[in-house]
């Protein structure tokens, strides 16, 4: 017994099973060679670009030549603007309202293309068809269709307000890109809804049948309790997306007319080319914050959510 202790390998002592643990949680060095050539890209692409702006928020330059800091100017400066004001408010808004818009016509299309239909699946197809075309091209469509053809067809059936093209209104060129945003934005919310009312089992609908529940009272009690999930995942992710608008502005409206549908992006990108650059990339830091702060609010809301 003394020789087989005294022969027993340095380390015998750990258990098997921690010393199994322990080699299948250790990562191998490989790994880290495959992750390093996208890790220096993203510094390189994202993270110093950021870092670089950000310190050129705290300073007077133009973009290009000599520069002086000076503190929090810029900063100080936006909270006072009009300008900036404005397009947060048109910016916020207008999210707030095409989330609604979006997720309440996803989520009735959903039940409609989920139930015992004919040809439900081809219309499914075409339902997702608008997600797969590129924003300014649908915008530059619906342009033609708001400046030309709206108008002609308000003037042939006598209707006086749709004989000036929406998108000349400042009261009612918001709503154009309502429309189409919600247009283009639909289909990715209406995929999230389907597979959130095919997860509900079929059973649950069953007992509700013979328990003589009505259509109305199924869809009310059963799947809307049972998506509420794939419902905050949609608003969240949807209001976070539309607060980046930019390129169906851009297609539609223009920021116009005047400035009263001008975004946070597109005022942002526009200082850049005008001279303000120091104090757009203040603007784009604040953007950034606020963006941040509803990613952290995403990943809170969807951390074990069934959608993912």
Known sequence: MATTAATRPIGSDVAPSTRV????????????????????????????????????????????????????????ALFSDPAIRSSYLFTIGFALVTVLLVNVVAFLLAVGLTAKIRGKVPLRAVFVL???????????????????????????????ALEQSLLANPNLAWTTIVIVTAWQAIPSALLIYIAGILSIPGEVYEAASMDGASSRRRLLSITLPLVAGYVVINLVIGFKNFLNAYDIIVGLTNGG???????????????????????????????????VVLAVAQLRLTRGRSAF
């Open 257 to 291: 007319p005047g400035t009263a549908t001008r975004s946070v992006a597109m005022t942002i990108f526009t200082g850049f080319t005008g001279g303000d650059y120091a104090y757009q990339m203040a603007n784009a830091t604040i953007f950034f914050l606020i963006a």
């Open 130 to 160: 608008p997600m797969v075309i590129s924003g300014i091209v649908i915008a530059y469509v619906f342009n033609f269709l708001f400046s030309n053809s709206l108008p002609q067809l308000g003037q042939a059936v006598g209707i006086s």
């Open 21 to 76: 643990r322990e080699s299948h949680t250790r990562v191998p060095r490989t790994f880290y060679l495959f992750l390093l050539p996208t890790l220096i890209l993203f510094t390189l692409c994202i993270t110093l670009p950021a870092i670089m702006g950000i310190t050129f928020s705290f300073t007077d330059s133009v973009g290009f030549g000599e520069f002086e800091f000076t503190g929090l100017t810029n900063y100080v």
